[in-house]
């Protein structure tokens, strides 16, 4: 039955970055929320305070709820949250569906939607891209993986959070494809990267040198969304480096359960390795920049 605002009981569990402001979608929308986080944070706070009801674990979320939502960090968190002793699976109903909208293995994504399955609860894998002002601004890209009929049902859900969403194929296709966006995301951070450097290091005004090329063939979401970040030496957080790195090592670990090399992936990973040493891996992605500015001794900055 298609979820409908006003009558489909919602779960959500994981009030972070990305999930508080899309919980804060979904209640704009008329969808009812029963919410979970597993840290005491302002912005579960707000969730609460726009009309979210507060409860103690994930199985609670799931209790009674149509549709249970989990976004969390990792692969072992979403394991906790919907399989763990006060997961979701305790008390989901048959017929409910779980979306799981965080990022992690594909293979283990499999392995939940069969222990969710074998109680007669639906899964879709449906990781996002857009970062925290696509969560706010509800205009997600969102990459799905599970049964047509069930996508169906819960389109409704997405259109409260994105816009760009797409069935891709069974379950584990929509990490596939989020690991495919990372990919590409990644790889282009590092040609914005080595672009500015170049400029900065032959004492080229940056600032402007990042506006001829962005209008061109180079033209990239990285260049105009992140660039002028890096020219202010603005380095907050959209996405986190260390939740970069960790998006990567699943990019390398699925290219090694098809034997395929990434060698472009596996650089961008090096890089921000340098990054972490630094003690910067609470920075955005943009703090990409750094590994090169040690290197040459000198800051990309707008003058």
Known sequence: MPATPGTTQIGFVG?????APMALNLIKAGFSLRVYNRTDRPRAQEVVDAGGERVATPAAAADGSDVIITNVTDTPDVEEVILGENGVLQTARAGATVIDMSTISPRVTRDIAAALGEKGVHMLDAPV???????????????VGGEQSVFDDCLPV???????????????????????NQIA???ANLAMAEALMLAAASDLDVGKVLDAISGGAAGSWNL?????????????PGFMVRLQQKDLKLVLEAANDVKLALPGVSLVHQ??????????ADEGTQALIKAYEVQAGKEARAT
């Open 15 to 19: 009030l972070g970055i990305m999930g």
């Open 129 to 143: 891209s857009g970062g925290d002002v696509g969560a706010q601004q509800g205009t997600l890209s969102i990459m």
């Open 158 to 180: 997405f259109e409260a959070m994105g816009k760009n969403i797409n069935l891709i194929g069974d379950n584990g296709a929509g990490q596939t494809t989020k690991a495919c």
């Open 185 to 187: 995301v990644s790889v």
């Open 224 to 236: 105009t969304n992140l660039g002028p970040r890096i020219l202010k030496g603005d380095f907050a």
């Open 271 to 280: 890089f921000f390795n340098i990054v972490e040493r630094l003690g910067c």
